[in-house]
T-cell receptor, first 112, second 112 residues
Framework: LAKTTQPISMDSYEGQEVNITCSHN???????ITWYQQFPSQGPRFIIQ???TKVTNEVASLFIPADRKSSTLSLPRVSLSDTAVYYC?????????????FGAGTRLFVKA | DVKVTQSSRYLVKRTGEKVFLECVQD?????MFWYRQDPGLGLRLIYF???????EKGDIPEGYSVSREKKERFSLILESASTNQTSMYLC???????????FGQGTRLTVV
């Protein structure tokens, strides 16, 4: 499984766009990139998933360059409620019994 | 609405007790996982199962065992609880090969 590296923490202000970058230099051809969000005392929650280029949903966008060695989660106009830990994972969707491995994540703190 | 249910939200046990943590999912998922989460360490995989009666060790299996007799239920067993097993325990499930995992609310276990 590809190892991921993220910043430990980030600060932002309400209304700003936040970009969290994840490095995954040894990503394999069949690997997808997935981001999760976790609030205190809750389990992680799926945000977005992609393979290449750009993916957008109602919550976030995911940018993946051509070499796929990194990815950037973009949160538009954050609010105080976006304060959470964000995890980046990479893995093969086609492999049965895939192990979902979480790193330490990025702690985002949104200030008023 | 998809659901992963953990049997207890909070649990206090004595050192040396045998502890059972139960997890049930209603999504007919093949894969189920047990993690523990400690401050500063993120989520660490204890065991996972990709089918009934199948199990594989994660990163920190020592002191734990698991049981999956039915597809919807995955149990984590602490054979002889110790104080260093005080932690938040999270159960998750995912479909075959998928990286989108759904998490339960967690069980905060305190061993005294």
């Amino acid at each position: 499984l590809a190892k991921t590296t993220q910043p430990i923490s980030m600060d932002s202000y309400e209304g700003q766009e936040v970009n969290i970058t994840c490095s995954h230099n040894n990503i394999a051809t069949n690997d997808y990139i997935t981001w999760y969000q976790q609030f205190p005392s809750q389990g992680p929650r799926f945000i977005i998933q992609g393979y290449k280029t750009k993916v957008t949903n109602e919550v976030a966008s995911l940018f993946i360059p051509a070499d796929r060695k990194s990815s950037t989660l973009s949160l538009p106009r954050v609010s105080l409620s976006d304060t959470a830990v964000y995890y980046c994972l990479v893995g093969d969707l086609g492999t049965g019994g895939f192990k979902t491995i979480f790193g330490a994540g990025t702690r985002l703190f949104v200030k008023a | 609405d998809v659901k992963v249910t953990q049997s207890s939200r909070y649990l206090v046990k004595r050192t040396g007790e045998k502890v059972f943590l139960e997890c049930v999912q209603d999504m007919d998922h093949e894969n189920m996982f047990w993690y523990r989460q400690d401050p500063g360490l993120g989520l660490r995989l204890i065991y996972f199962s990709y089918d009934v009666k199948m199990k594989e060790k994660g990163d920190i299996p020592e002191g734990y065992s698991v049981s999956r007799e039915k597809k919807e239920r995955f149990s984590l067993i602490l054979e002889s609880a110790s104080t260093n097993q005080t932690s938040m325990y999270l159960c998750a499930s995912s479909g075959g090969g998928g990286t989108e995992a759904f998490f339960g609310q967690g069980t905060r276990l305190t061993v005294v």
